[in-house]
Structure formats: C-alpha cells, structure tokens
C-alpha cells in the first residue's frame, strides 16, 4: 500500500507500479490493474487476474476473463426506471426465499438523471421549455413518484429530477471526480469533503510515509506487494482490505484513493473517458448487477492507441474529429477493443472537445476510448467547480499510476497504433442512418444525390404542401427537423458558442429557417445557455427559432416530437429530411415522418435549417439575401476562428458553470409535490400502466434450473445486417393499431397520453407489445410489410410479431431470431433482451453481435449463437419457416461446452439441414448466469444465501 499527500492531506492507495513492467502498460489497461489489485477479494484469482492483464498486453492481444469492479453506476431514466423496478421486485422475491429484503441494496454510488422523457412537443416558441417540463410531469408522474421512493428507500442513490441536463454531460460537469475516496464508511467525490470534516488531519503523521509490504501476489516475473488491514466499514476500503491490501499502523486511518470508474446504463457513458476516467456503457441487466456488489467479467481487450498530432482547424470542430473517427475506427476493426488516445495533437484539445470524440466511442463498436489526465483536464475540474484540493490530488494520483500524459514518455505497449493529424480534419457530416457514414460537408449535396439514387429516388418530383405561411412546392430531401441537441456536442461550450455566433450573424443577414423546418433547441446543462447569454447570443438564437424546449436528450433519442403535420401527410411521397449534432441517426430512430437523418455539429445545423433542404450546396451556395440584396453564404454566417476563441476565453468560465448548478427548469416545484409512499417495499398500483410487478422471478427457486433447451423452436423473426436494439425495442412514440396500443387502450389510456415506449419501460405488458415494433423492421417472414410484423406458421399468414409469440408460446413452442452483422447494434437498451425473453425467445443465430447486446442477452437468459465464418441463414439457404434445434449446451462449469454445438432446421417436407455455430458465451461468469437463467436470478440466490 502507498502513500501520496497532495493538497494539504494524505491518502493510501494500491500502486500499480508494484507489478514490473506496468510503467508500459496502455492507460486503460492501468485503470484496470488497479481495480483488480484493489477490489479482487481471493488472492489467488486477484493472482490470476493481474497476470492476465499483463499478458494481453505484452501479447497485443485480447486476454482472458478478469473481474472489474466499478466505483459507481450512472443511470438514465429510461433504463433507471426498469431496473429500479427490478430492485423492488428483487426485495419481494428475497423475501419470499427466506432473506432479507434490505440486502438488496445498492452497494455503490448509483447516479439516475431524468433526461430521456423529455419531448420537443412545442418548439420554436419563447414558452416551449415552460409547456414541454408541464407536459413532461403530466405524462410521467407515475414513474417520477416511483422514482422519489426509490431515492428514499435505497441507500447510495441520488437521482436527477427532471430539467436540469443530459446524464452524460452532468457526469463530466458534476459527478466524475477523477479520483475517489472511501473514509470511514463515507464514499467522496471530492477531497475538500474530508479537509472540511478535519478529517484530513486524523493522520498528519503517516504524510509522505510508505507502507511496509507484508505480502506478495506473484504476476509472473513481477511481484506486487500487499499487506492485510483490517476492514473499514466503507464498499471501496472493504474491497481493498478484502483483496489483502492495507497500510502499517502509521496510515491505516488514512483515507483510500482509488480511480473513478463508472459504468452506465447508456451506450454513451464513454463521454467521462475524455476526462481519464474509465467507463463503458452496459446493459441495465448488467448494471444493476454491478450496482448490488456484482464484478463485472470481461476479457480483457485489446487496446488500440490513436497517436494525435497537428492542431484543428479554425473551421473544424470536435464534432468533425468524432465523425472522423467513427468512420476511420469502424474500417479498422475495433469492436470490443479499448482505444486511448495519446501524442502532441492532444495538447490542442480541451476537455470538452475529448469527450465529445469519447462520446462516438459506441459508433465505431469499442468498448472506451480513453484520453490520459493532463494540464487540460485540470483545468476543466476547476471550471467545473472541483476543488483546489481535488485538483491537486487528481495530478498526484495520475502521476503516481501512471495516468499522467508526458508527450516525452514512451510510446505504451498497444495492440496496433493508428495515427491521426488534426490538421487534416475538414468539417463533416455523416448519414443518412449510419455515424460512421461519413462524408465532407462541402460534398453533401453530391451525397444527397447518391443517396436518392440507391433509393430510385427522382429529386426532380415536387408535391404541393400548403403552409400556414402560404403554399410550397417541397422535394426529397426537405429538411422536416433540425435540432441542437445531444451530450454530443453540447457538452463542448466552444460549439456552442460557434452556433450562437452563427444564429447572431444570420439575424444581421435577415435570414430565417424555412417556415416548414422545426428548430429544436436541447441544450445539455444550465451552464451552456448561462454562456450564451452571458455572450448575448441568445436572443439571436431565438430570432431564428432556436428557442430552448428542453434540457435533454430529446431528438437524439427520438423525442423530437411531431414534425409539421403538412409534412407528415406527404411524408409517404417524399423523403423527408433531418440535420442534427446528436450522435445517433438510425433508420426510425428520429422520428417515424423522417427517413434520412444526418449528423453535424451544431452551426451546420443552423446553416441548414436556413437552407431548409439537403438538395443544396451548403458550402458554396446562396442561404439568401442580405438587406441591401447581397448574397449570404455560409462562409458568411460562420464565425472566424480568432473571434470564437476571444468568446470563448471571455465566457467560458467558472461562474458560468457555478452559475449553471444552481440554476433549474422550473422543474423543482413539480418535483417536490409528488408524494411517493414509504417503506422498504413497494406499494404497487395494479391500475398503473408505466410501473408493474416484473415476472422475472416467478417460480424461482432457491438453486438454479439450467438455461432452457432450444427443441423444435420457430423462427419469430429473421433479420438482415446492422439491426440496432432500436429497431428491437424501439424507444419512440406508440401507433395506433399495434399490440401496444391496444394493450393501453383496453386499460383506459387514450391515443393522446400514449406518451413513448421509452417512458413505458416500467411496464412489461407495454414493452413485450413493443418489442420488434420499430416501424423501419424488415422482418423477412413478413414480405411487403414494415414494423412489428412475422408470419404464424401454425395459421399460414402474417400476423401482428407479438399476437404470434403468444400463439407459439400458449402452445410450449420455443423462438428463436435469425440475424446477420452486427446485431444489436446502438444503444445498450436492456430492453432489446428482456422483451424478446418474454416473448418467448431462447436464442439469437447471428453472423455477429454487438458487444453490449450479447452481454444482455446473456444476462437475461438467451443463448447467443453465432455462425461460422462465411454462413449465415441466407448462405445456409434457410427461410425462417423451419424447426430449430440446438445441441444441449451445459454450463454447469461456466465456459459452455460444447463451444460449438450443432444445429438442426427441419423443415415442414422433412428435409433437414444441419450446421455449426459457436456459442457465444465468452467467460465461466456468463455461463454461471446462463445456468441459473439470468444475471438477476443469479445475484438474487447470492444475496438470498448472504442474507439469512
């Protein structure tokens, strides 16, 4: 155990330098050293683990299975809802195993930011941020009460209220400290806490003092020295004492100084990589596993470096720098890999622009893309309000563990480096329904044109849409929505700042957007709109219909609300268009009127909100006409580099952010009238149609059943490459006619309070109805048709997918899904396991799979199989209208066995074919889960047995 002292105190922490060759180590691979070093509780695995992560690294390779234990969890509520309803349904179902409903607690810091409710139902209005926060509490009272019991019955959690920001950019504003500490059962972010207390001064004596090593965990040729301390009461230090990891009697009192890692129920959570701290985005199965004191297994990955030299252009803008990576990191090939970032290009960079190119990290399939702590870092902790003391200890502990960048230090030991000049980044765009899709903004038109074409499209047809400002002749490409919005790129004041630049000199040039264009405005924190005020570029934003409506995640989930209606009702002739600075731009995704959608950063977005078409030449062609008739283009209206940073440097402060903190959405007198009930358990409402009784744990007993068989299964579904967990549980608005409509209607909800699939998460009734319902799904079974479609076998005809789950499920048949690449794709939506798990559904064959997906699937009990190199159902020649079986698989000793297991598809004439495929269940921990059915069943029987 060391001893570092920094800022006016001193702290015990584990040294990675103690293993012999970690100097070399990747930064991410560093973190996770320590993690195991730390919180591994039996020395032999904590052994095991170590050498692992060693070995990968000497290798280049990925390695094999160890144990990561985060230091907290960060939900959003569309995923925090459901997995706190997990947690109530977990006490009830300990209780009725003979435990201790209060075990089932959350055992580490738990953060749940309400951002994902929010819809832009009203925009380009001065009152649309006061009538969208009354709709939101109108629509979601019944999970925002579950949400307040749920705050005050559990122990670590801190929730959000609606209106104050994005999940992600309030973890880097608010939440991640870069170094945590544990101090006397006390868990703290930030080391002002502990000097305020005095408890700093307990151990003024042990200051700058090294520990004794009494103990040794051997890692091949390297030792790491350890001592055995007795256990503070507190999560973090029992780990570290637990794991044989202590202090002599000089600084056993001192507080523990462990790195900040988090994972998060959004795919997005890699955002705080841009800080140095450590997290990825998992599945809310997995979450709430880690939440109760489950390590999370993974193997451990290969890491990629990505060398940055030069410096950014004026023009350019981190959103172009994560557009560019998307498109360079998804050709490389870095699906399951860390990526960490490194060299004299990342000097230019400020924080916000780091986490802006972490926050793609999802949209080239890594795990995490890491940028080391550095002058820059600190200097956006003490913009943020960390305290001096923090800040100092942050420098300490990164220099100390080897997570300090020095441009001057040996390149780290990666799989494969990859190099990148900021230099040569040009402004960019990417779609229309893929990130990684990337072309030059100044080719956009001529994409446009490509696009179309694939699609058969003539962009000479024009239909008639009449307007309240008067009739228009409308093409493909009409731009329906164009909205700010995303932790994307509002995190990053710089770009911001440039849009509000942008929006002020459009206003001088008497532009506005295009009567048939919606501007959404969704800033991510308080303290982006006190900057733009504060720089007087509000108002000029909301003169061109950039009204704020909202402080979430809005567009970029879905939520942009219902586009003009003269649009939607041409919606079927044309193609309509969307421009956005969010991240995400899948098929469906943004809004059911709209098929190509296109991500930029936000002054782009500005500029085409002007044009009000993508059929144009944004680069070079006429917005429109200044007063005195000359030509405004877009080069006209963006600002210059030397006038951006002279607002930036002038408005980018502090108080901005201190301002931001203290600031709300008017949400706060809402919030406090809702009364929740008391008590450890739950009070459930059989008449509520957002919070339910899950069934997960009907039936259960106290020792596991093994995973289901797959005997004689039907197809539910057969899909095609890159199906997203959107087009699995979509998270947008419900339609008419469909099984989950009829499901509310018959309980009494009328059309209009619907309200989205994602705000239903808490009712399992809604979401199996929705599962598959995307209304872009191509299911193969159900030719000519689009959404929540499959064929009945037993019928011969196409039916709603759900009504026929239910048939083949009352009958004891069993499902399975056929698939091609890359499915599950997107968001780590727990939901696009759990709904296909009630309706039936055992296994996924797959030609690959997204990596948060099929830890999902695992964790809920579907088998993922993936087929060999070259097959697919398409190659193999199935249909979908044949009988699967798979070979028993046994996980009673973890690791399934057979890993290849032969599969046979008869088909109705008696004609079989059989194959091969790989079961993708990749560590012993999976399979555990598998063999009790589930990730939940299998910390419940824990927690149970500890319990009593």
């Excluded at 904590?46 to 060693?54: D, L, P, V, W, Y």
């Excluded at 048709?785 to 997918?801: H, I, V």
């Excluded at 759900?802 to 727990?830: I, K, N």
Aim: charged share 20%.
């Amino acid at each position: 155990m060391g001893v570092i002292s920094a800022g006016g105190g001193s702290y015990r922490y584990v040294p990675t330098s103690q293993v012999d060759g970690a100097a070399r180590l990747p930064y991410a691979l560093t973190v996770l050293l320590e993690n195991v070093l730390r919180c591994v509780a039996d020395p032999d695995q904590r052994q095991r683990c170590a050498e692992r992560i060693m070995a990968a690294a000497r290798s280049g390779s990925a390695g094999d299975e160890v144990e990561f234990s985060p230091a907290r969890v960060l939900f959003q509520d569309f995923t925090g809802v459901p997995a706190f309803v997990d947690f109530a349904e977990m006490r009830e179902a300990c209780a009725r195993l003979g435990g201790d409903p209060e075990a089932i607690n959350p055992q580490i810091p738990c953060d749940l930011v309400i951002d994902h409710s929010v819809i832009a139902d009203v925009a380009g209005a001065p009152d649309a941020l006061e009538r969208n926060m009354r709709l939101e509490f109108e629509r979601n009272a019944e999970r925002y009460t579950f949400l307040k019991w749920a705050q005050s019955s559990f122990r670590n959690v801190s929730i959000v209220e609606p209106g104050l920001g994005i999940c992600h950019q309030l973890n880097i504003e608010r939440f991640a400290a870069g170094v945590m500490l544990s101090d006397a059962g006390e868990v703290v972010r930030d080391a002002a806490a502990l000097s305020r207390a005095g408890r700093l001064d307990k151990a003024a004596d042990a200051r700058g003092r090294e520990s004794t090593n009494a103990g040794v965990v051997a890692t091949g040729a390297a030792v790491v020295g350890v001592e055995v301390a007795s256990a503070p009461s507190d999560a973090s230090a029992q780990a570290a004492a637990s794991a044989g990891v202590g202090c002599d009697g000089a600084s056993d009192t001192l507080p523990l100084a462990y790195f900040d890692t988090l994972v998060g129920t959004d795919s997005h959570t890699p955002t705080a990589n841009g800080l140095g701290v450590l997290g990825w985005g998992v599945g809310g199965i997995e979450a709430e596993a880690a939440a109760l004191g489950q390590p999370i297994t993974i193997l451990v990955p290969k890491v990629v470096g990505v060398r940055l030299v030069g410096r950014l252009a004026p023009a350019a803008s981190a959103m172009d720098v994560a557009l560019h990576f998307a498109q360079m990191l998804r050709a490389e090939g870095v699906v399951g890999c860390f990526v960490e970032c490194f060299g004299p290009g990342l000097a230019g960079l400020s924080a916000t622009q780091r986490t802006c190119i972490a926050n793609m990290t999802p949209e080239y399939g890594s795990t995490c893309t890491l940028f080391p702590v550095d002058e820059r870092t600190l200097e956006f902790l003490r913009l943020t309000g960390r305290s001096d003391a923090q800040c100092q200890l942050v420098r300490a502990y990164a220099q100390a563990q080897g997570l300090w960048h020095d441009p001057a230090e040996p390149e780290r030991s990666y799989a494969r480096v990859i190099e990148v000049d900021l230099s040569s980044i040009e402004p960019s765009a990417s779609g229309p329904s893929r990130p990684h899709d990337r072309f030059l903004l100044r080719d956009a038109r001529e994409r446009f044109r490509a696009v179309c074409a694939e699609r058969g499209l003539d962009c000479s047809l024009r239909v008639d849409v009449s307007l309240p400002t008067g009739d228009e002749r409308l093409a493909h490409g009409t731009i329906a929505l164009a909205a700010i919005t995303s932790c994307t790129t509002a995190a990053d004041p710089r770009m911001m700042l440039a849009a509000g630049l942008a929006a002020r000199n459009a206003v001088r040039a008497g532009l506005a957007p295009k009567p048939w264009v919606k501007c959404v405005f969704a800033p991510g924190s308080h303290a982006g709109t006190v900057m733009l005020q504060r720089a007087g570029l509000m108002e000029a934003l909301q003169r061109i219909g950039f009204h704020p409506c909202g402080f979430g995640c809005m567009s970029c989930i879905g939520n942009s609300g219902p586009i003009a209606q003269p649009l939607q009702q041409v919606s079927d002739r044309i193609e309509l268009a969307s421009v956005l600075s969010g991240n995400r731009n899948f098929e469906g995704r943004i809004s059911p009127d709209v098929s190509q959608n296109y991500l930029m950063q936000p002054a782009a977005v500005i500029a085409y909100a002007l044009a009000g078409t993508m059929d144009f030449d944004v680069c070079e062609g006429v917005l429109g006409h200044a007063p005195d008739g000359s030509p405004v283009r877009m080069a006209d209206i963006m600002p210059d580099g030397d006038e951006l940073d002279r607002v930036y440097a002038r408005f980018v402060t502090a108080g901005a952010y201190e301002q931001g903190r203290r600031e709300t959405a008017g949400g706060a007198g809402n919030w406090e009238a809702l009364e929740a009930p008391a008590g450890s358990l739950f009070a459930w409402d059989d008449a509520s149609t957002y919070v339910r009784r899950p069934p997960y744990f009907e039936g259960m007993g106290a020792h596991p059943a093994g995973c289901d068989a797959v005997c004689e299964a039907r197809a539910l579904a057969k899909l095609g490459d890159f199906i997203t967990t959107d087009h699995i549980s979509p998270a947008g608005s419900i339609a008419l006619g469909t099984p989950a409509a009829r499901y509310l209607q018959e309980h009494g909800v009328e059309a209009r309070d619907f309200n989205t699939l994602g705000s239903r998460r808490g009712n399992h009734e809604v979401m199996m109805r929705g599962t598959f319902a995307n209304v872009k799904l191509a299911n193969e079974l159900a030719p000519g048709k689009r959404g929540g479609w499959s064929f009945d076998f037993c019928e011969g005809t196409a039916r709603p997918l759900f009504d026929v789950s239910e048939r083949y499920r009352s009958e004891g048949v069993g499902m399975v899904v056929l698939a091609g690449c890359m499915y599950g794709s997107g968001s780590s939506r727990d939901w696009a396991a759990k709904g296909p798990k009630l309706l039936g559904v055992r296994a996924v064959l797959a030609k690959s799979f997204e990596r948060i997906h099929r830890s999902n699937l695992v964790g809920m009990g579907i088998v993922p199989l993936q087929f060999l190199e070259g097959q697919g159902a398409d190659e193999l020649g199935l249909d979908g209208s044949e009988r699967y079986t798979v070979e028993p698989i046994d996980f009673a000793a973890g690791l399934p066995s057979p890993r290849e297991v032969a599969v046979r598809a008869r088909r109705d004439d008696g004609e079989e074919v059989t194959f091969r495929a790989t079961v993708r269940v990749d560590t012993p921990t999976e399979g555990r889960y598998l063999q009790h059915g589930g990730i939940l069943p299998f910390v419940l029987r824990n927690l149970v047995e500890a319990s009593r």
